[in-house]
């Protein structure tokens, strides 16, 4: 019987202004890839192609929570409303495109990174 993988940590550093307030250009944070992922997290994601069919970087949005129309998989958002790809650009995504769970910030001021967040529409 194999033991189940524990979620391994990495650093991903933040590009571009969409999870502002939140998250800055520049800020290091610390992911756990193959975390499980719960309504409210910050996670870095695979995005669909862009309608050119090239592949999108990995990103770092809020799950928002699951699809209403299929449970099975995940609604994105921006935290900073003007900016950045969500999912009603590219819908929702599938479970194994959520990659790493986002836990905590660590420059350039360290702190906790989660919970809720309601953007200002």
Do not use: C, Q, Y
Not at 7 to 29: A, F, Q
Not at 36 to 58: I, K, Q
Not at 75 to 83: F, G, I, Q, V
Not at 95 to 121: I, K, M, Q, S, Y
């Amino acid at each position: 019987m194999s033991r189940p993988r524990l979620p391994r940590p990495r650093l991903v550093r933040v590009s571009g202004r969409s999870m502002e307030p939140t998250l800055h250009e520049g800020d290091v944070l610390l992911a756990l890839w193959g975390a499980r992922v719960e309504a409210g997290d910050v996670a870095v994601v695979r995005l669909p192609n862009d309608s050119w069919g090239r592949p999108r970087p990995l990103s770092v949005k809020r799950v928002t929570g699951t699809d209403p129309g299929d449970p099975t998989r995940w609604w994105l958002d921006s935290d900073n409303p003007r900016e950045g790809v969500t999912s009603f650009d590219v819908g929702s995504i599938a479970e194994e495109d959520v990659v790493a769970v986002v836990r905590a910030r660590l420059r350039p001021r360290p702190r906790r990174v989660g919970g809720r967040h309601t953007p200002a529409r």
